[in-house]
Every structure is written in C-alpha cells, then in structure tokens.
C-alpha cells in the first residue's frame, strides 16, 4: 500500500478534487474472512471498529460508505467487498473527513492569483485615470516610496538567489553522498554473495535489492543486464542501454565514478555510476533516486515555494514600511505646499505644525515667521500706505476748496458794497454773484464726490464661475488638518455671479475661524433654493456666547488674541455686496452654523 515510491511520471495525473487531496493521509484496511491482518496508515482500528466496518450495509455492487470515527476523528469510509473461491476480503479506504492537502503551494497559487487581480483593477482604474495616476506617480511621496523600495528589494532578491543557489549546492552535495552510500553498500553486498555463493549474478542482485532496500541497475559494457523494475524496461518506459557520458567516463576512461543530472520524462534524476570488479569481469552500478526515496532538509520546490512566500511577506512588509517613512518624511513638505497655497490665495492666518525635529523643523519654523511677519508687514504697509494717501489727499482737498471759496468770497464782498452803495446796478450784480456762487458750489460737490469715491472699498471683479469649485479649492487647502471636513453638494454645477477670489477668502475665513473654535468636524452644505444657493457652515467648536453673537460682524470685533476683527465684517460687506445674506442660523456649546445666501446667476 505504500504510494510514495513510485515517480512521478508513473502517477496518473490528478484533477478536481483529487489535486487537493494528499494520498499520504490515506488509512488503508484490509481484512480476510473477517480478520484485520494489515493496514496501511498512521492508525489502526479497535475491535468495535472494525466491526463496524465490517457489519456495514454493503449494496449490490459489494460497496459501502461509512461515517465514522477512528482515533476520535471523523472520517470518511469507502468499504468494497471482493468474494473469490478461496475466501473473502474486505479493503476499506478512510480519509478523515474535510481534510484536504491545503499547502504552502496552494496558499501562494491563491495568493498570486488574487495579486494578479488586484493589480489588473488597479491597472483598469489607472487606464481611465490617466491624469490621476501620472499625478500621483509625480509626488514627492510616491517617489520616496519607490526609492525605499529599490534601495530595500534590490539587496533582498540578491539574497534570495544566493540562499537558494547555496541551498542547491548543498542539496546536490548531499544527494551525490546519498547515492554513493547506497551504491557502495550494494558493491560490498554484490562482492560478499559472488564468493560464498552459487548464485547467478542476477539472483544475487535481486536478492540485494530486496535484502538493502535498495533499486539498482547493473550495466555490462553498455547493456543493462539487471534491474528490478524489468516490467517498466519491457513496456519501454526505462532504457535498456547505459548512459553515453556513463559509458564514455567508466568504460572509455580511467574514471571510476560519474555523478550526474540526467532529465528523463520531464523529470530530473540524480544518479551515481560507479565502475567495480567482480568475477574478473567490469560492471557498472547505477543507482538514482527515480525509485530510490531519498529525503533532503528541503527541496528545489519547497524552497522556491519558502523563498516565494518569504519574499512576498517581506515585500508587502517594506511597502507598509516604505510608505509609512515616506508619509512621515513628506507630510511636512504637503503642509507647506497647502499653506503656501492658502497664503496665494490671501489668508495670512496659516499656521503649520510639525512635530519633527532637523532641517525640517527648522523649515516648517522659518516658513511660520515668514507668513508672520508678512502679515504684520502687509498690516503696516497698508497703515503706512492710508495714512500717506489720507495725508495727500487732503492737500489736494484742501487746496482745491481754496480754489472755489476765493471767488466765492469775492462776489459776496461785492455784493454786499453794492447793496450798501444802494448801486443801480445791484440786480445785475445779484444775477452774477448768485450765479457765481452757485458754480463753485458745484465745484466743491464734484470735489466731495471724488473724496467719497476714494474712500470707498477696491471696486469687486464680478464673473460667472461654479462655486461648488471654489468651495472645493478652499477645502483642499485644509488637507493635512487635523479636522474632518466634509462638503455635500446638489450634485450639479451652482453657478453664480460674484467675485471668485473674494468668495474663496470667505471660506476659507469661516473653515479657518472653526478650527481655531477648537473644532472636531466642519460640515458645509450647499442646496439650490429658488433663485439662491444656501450655503450652510457649521462646526462642533465651543460656539459663540449669546450675548456676543450680534456683534460678531462688527468692524474691528474680535475674541482671539491676535485677531484684527476684520473677517467677518469684511464677509459681509463682501456678501451683501452682491445681494447675498449672511447670518448666523445657530450657535451654542454644540458648535456653530453660519447660513450664507447668494443669487444663482441667471
């Protein structure tokens, strides 16, 4: 019953189910006349056991199917009865039951399968990403990620080729030792039993193969003359004649030996010729491991499946490792480029954090003083640049008001002599110093026009544009806070007419004003509503007092220490100038929601 001596290219292939079935964890009984007289297996059966196999309803065909347990495990049981003349046999097959061969090959046949998927998905999603793929294999990151990879893959591919070439080696080595043992054993054997013997040569050689356990061939000249597998010479599946470099090495030259790595059927076959006397005649001993079972620590197969399987978990191990450095090492630098961004696009209240240590800290720090100190310096220009154009400007007032007020002074003096002169002519000079009169008035109306005109706030650049977009684009300027921040929207463009730039300042003034309320989570909503879109904000941050909630949108009104009071009053100045709305729908300890209406562009 023993399956595990015949090679492989004697075994029927197997499929379906049987190609996970393992023939090693077969139990085989075979009973004669009720008797249990051997088995094959790593147990055997008690008495109640056996007669339960024994006593089973066996149908027509002589044949039953048995659950039962053996050794306390559930096992399946094939039973065939076969009658004959002279007694009757019963052989049973038990295989425990839902246990199949599931191996080392058969986890990474899966594994690679299921990788070879994966990656097809992702090379299908990438296909119709293009733009995204090519931005994403662009980044600092995903470069740092590769470069961990090569610097760390590299050296760990060497060591596996190095590993599993020794391994051969030493395998190989230990082969050639095996065969040689066995192949001297059967020399000394040969060379005992030819002296004290009357045997023929071939009686003697099989009664070695069968007393040492061991499948040789004996070759005279090149013809074989022995082998205990003559049934598969006969059918032509063995050959009949030695092996040419054999024959050329032992017979031809003075070689004695010749180990060597002969293919035969697909399969590589380690064998051992050796060259020996006997009877003063020359013969040739081959022994191979094609039927002889020699066992190695480890074989070519189950190293590559073990360099396989190691070489993958180490793999995914250095892209987790690689990507989780990568993150670490460019986080900072995505900071900086969001915040540089956030600082384009005109909020000075950016701040990075970064806890590392190094160039970078030393970076992340010089980057903060600088937004700092712009901020203080834009402050201080735009003092310096007010009060220089005030001062200008009333010069320019002033001596313009002279202008008028001199002619004017000059026609009411001379009005006034004429009426005191009690002058003919005090109704024409009337007419003309009313009419001079009324002319510088109109001058220094056009003079406070101008002056009010200057006063006035930078005039907006109004467009049509998606403001779903621009909500968008201030979002993304938040990425590596640590707040969620999530923007539900109508799921169709918003379009409206307004000052683009103006609207993103906004946002980013309401997200920027939540996270220093200490908020977890920023909610902005957007839904269409007749001819407004109604813009919702709310946060979870410790909210606004009520008594304060009034004049939040006062010029110059601030709770932070370092706040201008600017933002939210410029908000609205800016909101209200394109007949939009903006007010604050709630506010407490729960956080705070501000609602935010603009027309929808016609």
């Given at each position: ?389 005030w001062k200008e400007m009333a010069k320019q007032v002033a001596h313009e008001i002279k202008n008028p007020l001199t002619p004017m002074k000059l026609s009411i003096q001379q009005l006034i002599a004429a009426y005191k002169d009690k002058s003919p002519k005090l109704d024409a000079i009337f007419e003309k110093v009313t009419s001079t009169i009324i002319s510088q008035i109109e001058i220094l109306k056009n ?156």
């Amino acid at each position: 019953f023993n399956f595990s001596y015949l090679p492989s290219f004697l075994v029927a292939p197997k499929a379906g189910i049987s190609s996970s079935l393992d023939f090693e964890k077969l139990k085989i009984f075979d009973f004669h006349d009720g008797e249990f007289v051997r088995y094959y297996g790593d147990v055997s059966l008690s008495n109640e056991e056996q007669k339960e196999i024994l006593n089973a309803d066996y149908g027509k065909n002589d044949e039953a199917w048995i659950k039962m347990d053996i050794n306390g495990e559930e096992n399946l049981v094939y039973a065939l009865k076969i009658i004959t003349p002279l007694k009757q046999k019963v052989l049973a097959v038990a295989l425990e039951s839902k246990t199949y061969s599931w191996n080392l090959s058969n986890f990474f046949k899966i594994f690679f399968v299921h990788t070879l998927i994966v990656l097809l998905f992702i090379f299908v999603y990438f296909m119709f990403r293009f733009k995204s793929l090519f931005e994403y294999l662009s980044t600092y990151r995903t470069r740092l990620i590769v470069a961990f990879l090569i610097i760390s893959v590299i050296p760990l591919f060497s060591i596996a080729i190095y590993f599993r070439d020794l391994t051969e080696e030493k395998n190989s080595d230990l082969m050639e030792k095996r065969l040689d043992e066995m192949t001297r054993q059967v020399e000394a054997y040969l060379n005992i039993y030819a002296n004290e013997s009357t045997l023929n040569l071939n009686s003697i050689c099989e009664k070695a193969a069968n007393d040492l356990g061991i499948n040789f061939s004996v070759y005279y000249e090149e013809k074989l003359i022995f082998s205990p597998e003559q049934n598969y010479v006969d059918a032509g599946l063995l050959p009949t004649t030695l092996n040419a470099a054999a024959f050329k090495d032992c017979f031809l030259s003075k070689s004695q030996k010749l180990f060597s790595v002969e293919t035969f059927e697909g399969q590589n076959i380690n064998s051992d010729y050796s060259k020996f006397q006997l009877a003063g005649q020359s013969y040739i001993i081959n022994v191979n491991d094609l039927f002889n079972k020699i066992s190695i620590p480890i074989s070519d197969i189950e190293l590559d499946f073990f360099l396989f399987g190691i070489f993958s978990l180490a793999v995914i191990l250095l892209i987790m490792l690689s990507t989780f450095l990568a993150e670490q090492i460019s986080a900072p630098i995505r900071k900086l480029t969001l915040a540089t961004r956030a600082v384009g696009t005109g909020d000075f209240s950016v701040e990075v954090e970064n806890k590392t240590r190094g160039e970078i800290r030393e970076l992340v720090d010089g980057f903060n003083q600088m937004v700092k100190r712009i901020k203080q310096s834009q402050a201080d220009i735009a003092r310096l640049e007010r009060e220089t154009a005030w001062k200008e400007m009333a010069k320019q007032v002033a001596h313009e008001i002279k202008n008028p007020l001199t002619p004017m002074k000059l026609s009411i003096q001379q009005l006034i002599a004429a009426y005191k002169d009690k002058s003919p002519k005090l109704d024409a000079i009337f007419e003309k110093v009313t009419s001079t009169i009324i002319s510088q008035i109109e001058i220094l109306k056009n003079i406070a026009s101008e002056f009010s005109n200057f006063a006035r706030m930078p005039r907006i650049n109004i467009s049509k544009f998606d403001i779903i977009t621009a909500i968008q684009e201030s979002i993304n300027l938040f990425g590596n806070e640590k707040i969620s921040i999530r923007f539900t929207d109508p799921g169709k463009p918003v379009i409206i007419n307004a000052d683009e730039d103006q609207l993103k300042r906004t946002v980013i003034n309401m997200i920027r004003n939540s996270i220093q309320a200490n908020a977890a989570e920023i909610n902005i909503y957007l839904a269409l509503n007749e001819k407004f879109c109604e813009l919702k904000i709310s946060d979870d941050g410790a909210g606004i007092p009520r008594e304060l909630i009034e004049k939040v949108f006062d010029e110059n009104f601030t709770t932070k220490k370092s706040g201008m009071g600017l933002g939210l009053s410029m908000a609205k100045k800016y909101i209200e100038s394109i007949d939009g709305i903006i007010s604050i729908e709630e506010s407490g300890s729960g956080g705070t929601i501000f609602l935010i209406k603009i027309p929808t562009a016609e």
